[in-house]
């Protein structure tokens, strides 16, 4: 199998606070990757390191035999191939829903209008967003501007898609909507390395999950290994914990 992404040896301080220590794992090509745990543990930090909204404070990231991280390299062409999608959307209020998926294309990729609003125009048809695309944020609900929020990533065309808890903003009836989305997504063969609290998704749609605690992997395998025989003791007080809340 090809590594897209492959984390070396990372860590992230902020002053004496660590917040990451040696991170180790790797993102395949076509495969989904979920990362669990609990609040704190350091899953977004990672993952934001990952596309460098957050600098590492030591280690690699190989991106296709690369470190990124190297002087050399440019984050901005780097960050393209990364689509990110946040907890909390991110929409420019001001466009419409068809000028959010255009915008980047057109600035950062270089699109020309016509082939921008084609290609977004394909991906909020997958998210089941095209009838709205001249509304505003604002006139959409939570789940309809999380579904935007994939659209426009995904219009980028990126190897990799991010998601850093991508339901946990939303009200409890929205997140069928925008799992059932992710759920379709992992069926393509997309690369995907998503931060989620939604244990049965990540169950059902992972290739691999990873549980970090303390800033730290404690586990990764399989969802059957995880999920069913955890070798981590740490593991099944999160899983107890969480399952019994849910």
Known sequence: MEKVIDIQHLSK???????????????EKGEVVSIIGSSGSGKSTLLRCVNLLERPTGGAIIYNGENILDDKHDLNQYRTKLGMVFQHFNLFNNLNVLGNCTVG????????????????????????????????????????KQRVAIARALSMEPDVMLFDEPTSALDPEMVGEVLKVMKELANTGLTMLIVTHEMEFAREVSDRVVFMDKGV??????????????????????????????
Do not use: C
Request: aromatic share 8%; net charge positive; hydrophobic share 35%.
């Open 105 to 144: 294309q057109v600035q950062v990729l270089k699109r020309s209008k016509l082939e921008a609003e084609s290609i977004a125009r394909k991906y909020l048809s997958v998210v089941g967003m095209e009838q709205y695309i001249n509304a505003k944020p604002k006139h959409l609900s939570g789940g309809q």
């Open 13 to 27: 301080s902020y002053g004496a606070h660590e917040v990451l220590k040696d991170i180790n794992f790797s993102v």
């Open 217 to 246: 992997i404690a586990e990764a395998g399989s969802p059957e290994q995880i999920f069913s025989n955890p070798n981590e003791e740490r593991t099944r007080e999160f899983l107890k914990r969480t399952l019994k809340q849910g």
